[in-house]
């Protein structure tokens, strides 16, 4: 999958008819300059960091509206939903419900456990939209 570029993402929000203010376009370039994934409070407070003022309501709905066009998706984590870029999206979380670490499974160590639930359940489980919650190697020690 193509990785799209913050200026890509600004074209098609246009396109789509949004204006484009100051506080939306730190939001996008922030988030596209992420590594691995983000939390709206996260996110909200670097870009308050650049510039005070952006309320977080506008952070969780542009969030929402680069989901609907296929730029970012989310996950739900320990503490609540977070979000990647989309083409990065495709693993299973871990996370430690004492430490708060986290571990990602790739979707290919999940195949076995998928296939045993479409075969016994024909249900197709999305293993990528809600983390595993357990316990990390060092908590269970
Ligand atoms: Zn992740
Ligand atoms: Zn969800
Ligand atoms: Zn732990």
């Known amino acids: 999958m193509d990785e799209r570029s913050g200026s890509e993402v600004i074209e098609t929000l246009r396109s789509r008819g949004l204006r484009m203010t100051p506080q939306r376009l730190a939001i996008v370039s922030e988030v596209m300059?992420?590594?691995g994934h983000i939390s709206p409070t996260t996110l909200a407070r670097r870009v308050?960091?650049?510039?005070?003022?952006?309320?977080?309501?506008?952070?969780?709905?542009?969030?929402?509206?680069?989901?609907?066009?296929?730029?970012?998706?989310h996950a739900h984590l320990e503490g609540g939903a977070e979000y990647h870029r989309a083409e990065e999206a495709g693993h299973v979380h871990l996370t430690c419900s004492r430490c708060g670490g986290e571990d990602a499974l790739s979707?290919?160590?999940?195949?076995r456990l998928q296939e045993l639930i479409e075969q016994s359940h024909g249900?197709?489980?999305d293993f990528t939209h809600f983390a595993i919650s357990g316990l990390c190697a060092d908590c269970w020690a």
């Open 107 to 111: 979707l290919a160590e999940a195949a």
């Open 33 to 35: 300059r992420t590594q």
């Open 123 to 125: 249900f197709h489980p």
């Open 48 to 73: 308050q960091g650049e510039m005070p003022g952006v309320n977080p309501s506008t952070v969780y709905r542009t969030l929402a509206l680069l989901e609907q066009i296929g730029v970012l998706s």
